[in-house]
């Protein structure tokens, strides 16, 4: 059997000719701009490859651009996270210590108000481990003239008083335990009543007759009848009364905010016989109704008022 080139010879070598001399031709024949025709011909039959091979290597370039381009984007992604993580940090420290300093500041300018107060500060250091009492316990004991049942309160209120005193530390009574008791009055109506602990969070007031009208929200302070709370100071504010009997039921929240205490004041005496109403009212708080200033020897030392000096401490 003949071959394919063998039986079609003749049409090859006929197509041969007449493709070298279209060569030639178009090797001859110019365009315009002085180009030849084969070579217009060459760039137009090689362009479409080099367009291809152009845009694969422009395609791989691009791609291992943008791979590096990523993964540098993403370290410094990384980087600028926890940049922003240390920064978030530190404004949290920064507002920490600035909080912290405004409450000490407080507290100093408290002190600063009441120089005829003998009165020592104290930091909380802990508290009861049990649901039973409502304890606390303070970094200051006897050595530094605490005794039993002195009042110990806040720029904001009562907190309660002395249970127990030892050489560096001293236990405090919440007025929210059960076996607490606050000689108190209703700022409006002036009706003496007994604050007394619930074991949770909230206090009631006892003694007050179903007739007497007290409002929610209405401000209790203390009546300095329990020879233990000076007058005067901030107690809780009225957050529910009902009917009972044989008295009114009359529950309120403890102004001081027993839950986050950290620094308190303890006075370093017991009020004694009669004594002036406490000039520390809660912040946004008034004294109770009634107080005058122009009371007669108002302002002047007494021998039992408060602005006496600090009895030693019991030996």
């Not at 109506?189 to 007759?209: A, E, F, N, Q």
């Not at 009208?213 to 009225?238: C, H, N, W, Y």
Request: contains cysteine.
């Amino acid at each position: 059997m003949q071959s394919l080139a063998q039986r079609h010879r003749n049409f090859l070598l006929l197509a041969a000719v007449l493709f070298a001399q279209l060569l030639m031709v178009a090797f001859q024949i110019k365009r315009s701009g002085d180009v030849r025709l084969i070579r217009l011909w060459a760039v137009t039959l090689i362009t479409p490859f080099e367009r291809l091979a152009h845009g694969g290597v422009s395609g791989i370039r691009s791609v291992w651009r943008n791979y590096v381009d990523l993964h540098d984007a993403s370290r410094e992604n990384e980087r600028l996270k926890s940049e922003l993580g240390e920064l978030k940090l530190k404004l949290q420290r920064a507002e920490v210590r600035a909080a912290e300093a405004d409450h000490l500041a407080g507290l100093l300018n408290f002190r600063t108000e009441h120089p005829e107060w003998p009165m020592v500060a104290a930091r909380v250091i802990g508290s009861s481990a049990v649901d039973v009492t409502r304890t606390i316990f303070l970094n200051r004991g006897q050595k530094d003239g605490i005794q039993k049942n002195f009042a110990v309160f806040t720029p904001d209120g009562v907190v309660g008083k002395v249970l127990e005193v030892f050489p560096g530390t001293a236990q405090i009574l919440l007025i929210t335990d059960k076996e607490s008791g606050v000689g108190s009055l209703l700022a409006a109506s002036r009706t003496v009543g007994v604050v007394k602990g619930t074991g949770g969070p909230i206090c009631r007031m006892d003694y007050v007759l179903n007739d007497q009208d007290v409002a929610m929200g209405e401000v209790i302070f203390t009546s300095g009848q329990d020879r233990i709370f000076p007058k005067g100071l901030p107690v809780g504010r009225v957050t529910a009364t009902r009917s009972g009997f044989p008295f009114k039921t009359i529950e309120l929240q403890p102004i001081a905010g027993l839950d986050r205490l950290e620094e308190v004041f303890v006075l370093l005496e017991r009020p004694e016989g009669s004594e002036p109403e406490a000039r520390i009212p809660a912040k946004g708080l008034s004294l109770p109704a009634g107080r005058s200033d122009q009371e007669p020897g108002a302002g002047k030392p007494r021998q039992n008022e408060l602005a006496g000096k600090p009895k030693p401490p019991a030996r």
